[in-house]
């Protein structure tokens, strides 16, 4: 019970500031609202039986560093083939944020299970992943968290899901941005800066005012 209060309390004190301060643009908690502009600057390539494509340090990447922030284009709609998310603005239509357990049954994470399906059955075993944050945390949420993520609590990835529109480009699903892994009573996320230095020039916002 003594490990339980004090995973609450830094839960409840992350989501409060969150909601306080996200709307200002100096503080560490700020996130461009909905009606701000994604402006993609360069092509990207979807991967066969892929949706996502990983950004990291303004560069496309294979595989993220997990200790670093990143972020993802994703399209609604599997395909046998690769395809292209062309040049573009984007307006954003929601944001929501959340978190996801990193740690896979087989020691897979979320982002290795996509990037390797080749290798999913040998080395993660059955999928043991589920998000244990979403949205904004309140007590009655917090309270309802599994007791073992509380007394033992898992290393996660906090995000924001910028959902996307674009009559150019409907498959374009939503952009998210993850902040560096952590334990989750400690895990933070994503700062303004972090996301615009995880996407460099590949993409930039246009937060509306």
């Known amino acids: 019970m003594l490990k339980i209060i ?5 839960l409840l004190l992350v989501a409060g500031c969150s909601s306080m301060e996200i709307d200002n643009p100096g503080s560490d908690y700020y996130r461009p609202p909905p009606g701000s502009l994604v402006h993609l600057n360069q092509a990207l390539t979807v991967p ?9 340090h303004g560069k496309v990447v294979n595989g993220v560093d997990l200790y670093a922030p990143h972020c993802n284009f994703e399209v609604r709609t599997l395909k046998p083939t690769p395809r292209q998310i062309e040049p573009g603005t984007f307006a954003v239509t929601r944001v929501q944020p ?4 990193v740690v896979m049954q087989g020691g897979c994470s979320q982002d290795e299970l996509e990037q ?10 059955a999928p043991g992943f589920h998000p244990v944050l979403s949205g904004s945390l309140t007590g009655r949420q917090v309270a309802g968290l599994p007791w073992h993520v509380l007394s033992d609590p898992p290393v996660i990835t906090r995000f924001y899901h910028f959902y996307l529109a674009s009559k150019a480009q409907p498959d374009v699903l939503r952009l998210t941005c ?32």
């Open 98 to 101: 959340g978190g996801e357990q």
């Open 6 to 10: 004090p995973a609450i309390a830094s």
């Open 178 to 209: 993850h902040a560096a892994q952590d334990d989750a009573p400690r895990a933070q996320l994503p700062t303004f800066g972090e996301m615009q230095e995880a996407l460099g020039g590949v993409a930039t916002f246009e937060p509306a005012h």
């Open 48 to 56: 066969a039986q892929q949706t996502r494509v990983f950004i990291q």
């Open 116 to 125: 390797n399906p080749a290798e999913a059955g040998s080395k993660c075993g």
